[in-house]
Structure formats: structure tokens, C-alpha cells
T-cell receptor, first 112, second 114 residues
Framework: QQQVKQSPQSLIVQKGGISIINCAYENTAFDYFPWYQQFPGKGPALLIAIRPDVSEKKEGRFTISFNKSAKQFSLHIMDSQPGDSATYFCAASIEGNTPLVFGKGTRLSVIA | DVKVTQSSRYLVKRTGEKVFLECVQDMDHENMFWYRQDPGLGLRLIYFSYDVKMKEKGDIPEGYSVSREKKERFSLILESASTNQTSMYLC?????????????FGEGSRLTVL
């Protein structure tokens, strides 16, 4: 019940295209859903996060879509750029209760 | 700038050796975490601490222990290193905002056990 399932494991997108990464969870008590971005040789860094009281959150080219009934959330990267090439992790937690549980990661490559 | 510093970026140890991985944060954060990162397995929580001298087991604590004697320092200890502990180890810290505070990660310590 603590798992967060992330797909795909790897993704190749053309420059200017839309990158979509999906995550699904089982524990309906989760109430915080962040995405972390990790470049080679660096630690992950918070990219964007959402709480289940909204269905979408947008920050620049990055959007989280959240479907509470389906227990799914996804990251959309619009106008993908080579500089977006990184590993992306979704995560979930229960506020005030448990540490973040991470998905297994998606390696995104944006090619020119 | 916030900073989490892991003292060793690369280590090579022999099976059976005792290994210390050190992590220091300069943000006065209460919460600190040790994760292990392996290809295809993502980030798995080993141990975490919400206060000095306090520790809690994560999902994969077997073969590891931790020490938190000071607020800014959280050490991961491998009492007797084994080859299956070859991995990237990531330390993180966060402020005391429940479990929804932003995690700040170090750059990782890549451990190879021969």
C-alpha cells in the first residue's frame, strides 16, 4: 500500500514535444504528491508538487495532472528541451505521518 | 544557498569493512534521511531522523545503522560491508513541516564494495 508505481522507465522525446510521465498509488491517505528532477552526478531536486484538493498545477512548462478517483497523477513537460534530459521521480506522502515514498524513476532523453 | 554535504563522493571498500558515510546540512533542519539509489529500483529509504539522537527505520534498514549526535550531522554506518551494498547513497534534509516539506539532497556517495 505504500508503493508508488511510475511509468515509463525511460522515455525519448523530440525537442519541442510533450513528455508525459505517469504515476499510480494505492494508499488513499496520501495527500502530498511531489515530482523530483535529478541530473547526472547531482542529487534530486524538487520540481513541482500538488495536493489532492486541486486537479492540476502548472509552473512554466511543467504541469502536474491529478486524478483522485483513479489514484493517478502525471507530469507533463511541454515544449521539451534537451536541458530537460534527466531522471524524474514521482513521490507521495501522508502529511505529518510518513516520509516520502518514491517511484522508481523515469529517465527522460530529449533529442534535437 | 541551502546545502547538504556528503563528505565522500566515491568510496571503494572491501567486504567486511566498516564504512561510515557522513552527511552535514547547514540549514538547521530537524529532519534528515538516508536513501539508497539503484538503477530500476528508484530511491529507497534506509533510515531517517526527526531530531537529535532520534532514528527511525525506513524500508530497507537491514545491514545499516545511523547516528545523529548533532542536529546538522547524520551518519550512515555499514557495520560489515557486503557486495550487495554497492550503490549510490543519498542524504537529504527537510524543515519540520510535517512530511510535505521540500527535501534537499546531497550529491550522493557512490560506494563500491569489492
Amino acid at each position: 500500500q505504500q508503493q508508488v508505481k511510475q511509468s515509463p522507465q525511460s522515455l525519448i522525446v523530440q525537442k519541442g514535444g510533450i513528455s508525459i510521465i505517469n504515476c499510480a498509488y494505492e494508499n488513499t491517505a496520501f495527500d502530498y504528491f511531489p515530482w523530483y528532477q535529478q541530473f547526472p552526478g547531482k542529487g534530486p531536486a524538487l520540481l513541482i508538487a500538488i495536493r489532492p484538493d486541486v486537479s492540476e498545477k502548472k509552473e512554466g512548462r511543467f504541469t502536474i495532472s491529478f486524478n483522485k478517483s483513479a489514484k493517478q497523477f502525471s507530469l507533463h513537460i511541454m515544449d521539451s528541451q534537451p536541458g530537460d534530459s534527466a531522471t524524474y521521480f514521482c513521490a507521495a506522502s501522508i502529511e505529518g505521518n510518513t516520509p516520502l515514498v518514491f517511484g522508481k524513476g523515469t529517465r527522460l532523453s530529449v533529442i534535437a | 544557498d541551502v546545502k547538504v554535504t556528503q563528505s565522500s563522493r566515491y568510496l571503494v571498500k572491501r567486504t567486511g569493512e566498516k564504512v561510515f558515510l557522513e552527511c552535514v546540512q547547514d540549514m538547521d533542519h530537524e529532519n534528515m534521511f538516508w536513501y539508497r539509489q539503484d538503477p530500476g529500483l528508484g530511491l529507497r529509504l534506509i533510515y531517517f531522523s526527526y531530531d537529535v539522537k532520534m532514528k527511525e527505520k525506513g524500508d530497507i534498514p537491514e545491514g545499516y545503522s545511523v547516528s545523529r549526535e548533532k542536529k546538522e550531522r547524520f551518519s550512515l554506518i555499514l557495520e560489515s560491508a557486503s557486495t550487495n551494498q554497492t550503490s549510490m547513497y543519498l542524504c537529504a534534509s527537510s524543515p519540520p513541516t510535517g512530511n510535505t516539506g521540500e527535501l534537499f539532497f546531497g550529491e550522493g556517495s557512490r560506494l563500491t564494495v569489492l
